[in-house]
């Protein structure tokens, strides 16, 4: 490139920069006159702040009261257990009996499927986490010493062996029904409704 090239060029850039420069002194003269005009017409709102709670300090009146982490309640407590445990209630869990298979699944997790007639006794069929197991009464299944007393072509019947309020050993029945037939009741219900 020649020298009087070079120099046309930084001409040309210098006379746009010029340009451009004039061009934006009229917007900015305009907007520091809108932002003036807009100082003047708003007023700030401000809420007053409100009055502090006066603080009255809590008085503790129960110092003659029994003190609720006192190590006392807890031998009071093992006694009270120690006592319910030699009552006179002959309903107790076998606890030294080998655990069952199905002993590991809490009850809503198993489903009856089906059942089978086998040497004239009934034998029902439970899923247990996509496997599935032949029950006959005597059995045992479910978390609560749920023993397998009877069972029917839709239902199974359990006597579980679960602990009250007061720590004793209670029986309560409950029942395992068929897939099926629950599904079926259901929808009879919901189309009564």
Do not use: H
Request: glycine share 8%; proline share 6%; aromatic share 6%.
């Amino acid at each position: 490139m020649r020298p009087s090239q070079i120099s046309k060029r930084v001409y040309a850039l210098a006379c746009l920069t010029a340009l451009v420069a004039g061009c934006g002194g009229g917007n900015e003269v305009e907007l520091r006159s809108w932002m003036e005009d807009t100082r003047k017409t708003m007023r700030p709102t401000t809420q007053p702040v409100p009055e502090p709670k006066q603080f009255s300090p809590f008085s503790y009146e129960a110092k003659a009261l029994i003190d609720p982490f006192d190590p006392q309640k807890m031998i009071l407590a093992a006694a009270r257990q120690a006592q319910s445990r030699s009552s006179t209630s002959s309903i107790r869990p076998d606890l030294d009996r080998r655990r069952e298979m199905l002993e590991g699944y809490p009850l809503d997790q198993l489903k009856m499927v089906g059942t089978l007639r086998q040497a004239g006794n009934q034998v029902a069929l439970i899923d247990a986490a996509g496997q599935t197991f032949m029950i006959r009464r005597g059995n045992y299944l479910g978390q609560n010493f749920g023993l397998v007393t009877k069972i029917s072509e839709t239902d199974v019947d359990l006597k579980e062996i679960v602990q009250d309020a007061a720590g004793e050993w209670v029986e309560r029945p409950t029942k395992l029904e068929l897939q099926e037939a629950a599904q079926k009741q259901s929808g009879q219900q919901g189309s009564k409704r």
